[in-house]
């Protein structure tokens, strides 16, 4: 079996009670079988604590009203890992939050960003992600599986991560170059000439596809219908499953210090929010790691159903709309943002979509179409 991990992977410790969320918190943790048989052997005092938090019907730990898991204690401990010990933890929570994500023969395991100490990481490296390999015992064959699509998508997303973190191209025609290999990808696998897909590959690693999307993107302009568009992008959040009451205050709170008045005055704010970023932040840098993180998680995903363009679509779409609450709060604050709080809407926006199984789901459907190019 093949095994692929981000360099900063052994960076992550779990820090407790010292994070300042939880995990225990705010979604439903399943509980595997192995782990659910082990809870109905216990005894002693602790097995009517355990009778109580479980619910057995569905297999998930109960929550109070707060949405928070029966066993989480006042400190944020977990008070069954504190009676019971670290073997009696769940698949879950002994995971988390280690992503994996499973292939023919292939495993990747990323750190998922809903975890604040994990977003801490990604938004304070400068140098570019690199991705390590290492072989274990083990191997696994899926029914349905295309192993050659699968290695078209493994050479394009090495492609797309690549020309992602060419720092001395703009971040706009990074996106660009990025969206039309898709773009052209899509259009090979629709029409099945999938041998055609390495042709448009390497394409779009050269010089003269730059020079060509650097002279499309001079070409667009770029105040016509943009709040329009903006807009509809950002209220797409609405019709996802809500995690957290208080998410749905900041996306209210957001759109309307974004798009109450007018088109002109977001198009100065965005504006106004870039030539501070360039100052006071690495915004390029911090966008470039979070294009990396969603690309590498969810394109090879495409293997399953085909929608290499969805996919791309999806990591810009998550990406700009971590941008557009990092220039809300920035313009709620009178013009300043610190990096901390920068980090605590990348956790807020991948919990709301990376802790729900449907809002992945529907984020990914709503990107089959073509908003973007």
Same mark, same amino acid.
């Given at each position: 079996? #093949?095994?692929?991990?981000?360099?900063?992977?052994?960076?992550?410790?779990?820090?407790?009670?010292?994070?300042?969320?939880?995990?225990?918190?705010?979604?439903?943790?399943?509980?595997?079988?192995?782990?659910?048989?082990?809870?109905?052997?216990?005894?002693?005092? @602790?097995?009517?604590?355990?009778?109580?938090?479980?619910?057995?019907?569905?297999?998930? %730990?109960?929550?109070? *009203?707060?949405?928070?898991? !029966? %066993?989480?204690?006042?400190?944020?401990?977990?008070?069954?890992?504190?009676?019971?010990?670290?073997?009696? =933890?769940?698949? *879950?929570?002994?995971?988390?939050?280690?992503?994996?994500?499973?292939?023919?023969?292939?495993?990747?395991?990323?750190?998922?960003?809903?975890?604040?100490?994990?977003?801490?990481?990604?938004?304070?490296? $400068?140098?570019?992600? !690199?991705? @390590?390999?290492?072989?274990?015992?083990?191997?696994?064959?899926?029914?349905?599986?295309?192993? %050659?699509?699968?290695?078209? =998508?493994?050479?394009?997303?090495?492609?797309?991560?690549?020309? =992602?973190?060419?720092?001395? &191209?703009?971040?706009?025609?990074?996106?660009? +170059?990025?969206?039309?290999?898709?773009?052209?990808?899509?259009?090979?696998?629709?029409?099945?000439?999938?041998?055609?897909?390495?042709? &448009?590959?390497?394409?779009?690693? *050269?010089?003269?596809? +730059?020079?060509?999307?650097?002279?499309?993107?001079?070409?667009?302009?770029? *105040?016509?219908?943009?709040?329009?568009?903006?807009? !509809? =992008?950002?209220?797409?959040?609405?019709?996802?499953?809500?995690?957290?009451?208080?998410?749905?205050?900041? #996306?209210?709170?957001?759109?309307?210090?974004?798009?109450?008045?007018?088109?002109?005055?977001?198009?100065?704010?965005?504006?106004?929010?870039?030539?501070?970023?360039?100052?006071?932040?690495?915004?390029?840098?911090?966008?470039?790691?979070? #294009?990396?993180?969603?690309?590498?998680?969810?394109?090879?995903?495409?293997?399953?159903?085909?929608?290499?363009?969805?996919? &791309?679509?999806?990591?810009? @779409?998550?990406?700009?709309?971590?941008?557009?609450?990092?220039?809300?709060?920035?313009?709620?604050?009178? $013009?300043?943002?610190?990096?901390?709080?920068?980090?605590?809407?990348?956790?807020?926006?991948?919990?709301? &979509?990376?802790?729900?199984?449907?809002?992945?789901?529907?984020?990914?459907?709503?990107?089959?179409?073509?908003?973007?190019?």
């Amino acid at each position: 079996m #093949l095994y692929t991990i981000p360099d900063y992977y052994k960076e992550f410790h779990c820090i407790a009670d010292k994070c300042e969320d939880t995990c225990c918190a705010g979604w439903q943790i399943v509980i595997d079988k192995k782990s659910l048989a082990q809870y109905k052997k216990v005894q002693g005092d @602790f097995k009517w604590r355990m009778l109580r938090s479980v619910n057995w019907l569905t297999g998930t %730990f109960c929550q109070d *009203t707060q949405k928070r898991c !029966a %066993f989480l204690n006042g400190e944020n401990l977990c008070d069954l890992y504190i009676h019971q010990g670290e073997k009696s =933890l769940c698949k *879950t929570c002994r995971q988390y939050p280690r992503h994996v994500e499973e292939f023919e023969g292939v495993r990747e395991i990323t750190l998922s960003i809903s975890c604040p100490e994990v977003a801490r990481i990604v938004m304070e490296r $400068k140098s570019p992600v !690199a991705f @390590f390999r290492f072989e274990k015992e083990g191997e696994e064959e899926y029914e349905d599986f295309d192993p %050659f699509l699968f290695s078209i =998508l493994e050479d394009a997303r090495t492609e797309m991560i690549q020309i =992602l973190q060419k720092r001395e &191209v703009s971040m706009r025609e990074r996106t660009l +170059l990025v969206l039309g290999m898709a773009h052209d990808m899509q259009g090979r696998i629709n029409r099945q000439e999938m041998f055609d897909c390495f042709t &448009v590959i390497e394409k779009y690693g *050269t010089k003269n596809a +730059l020079a060509f999307v650097t002279e499309y993107a001079n070409k667009i302009c770029t *105040t016509k219908e943009i709040l329009p568009l903006a807009q !509809a =992008l950002f209220e797409k959040q609405y019709e996802l499953e809500l995690l957290r009451e208080e998410w749905a205050m900041l #996306l209210q709170e957001s759109e309307i210090l974004l798009y109450a008045k007018g088109e002109a005055a977001y198009l100065k704010i965005v504006e106004e929010f870039e030539e501070w970023a360039a100052v006071h932040t690495s915004l390029d840098i911090h966008l470039e790691q979070l #294009l990396v993180y969603f690309l590498f998680t969810y394109f090879p995903g495409a293997v399953y159903d085909g929608e290499v363009y969805a996919k &791309v679509q999806m990591t810009i @779409f998550c990406v700009w709309m971590i941008r557009e609450l990092w220039i809300a709060r920035w313009l709620k604050n009178g $013009k300043l943002l610190a990096i901390d709080e920068m980090t605590d809407l990348v956790y807020c926006f991948s919990r709301e &979509v990376e802790h729900s199984d449907e809002n992945l789901k529907r984020v990914e459907k709503m990107m089959e179409k073509k908003w973007l190019l």
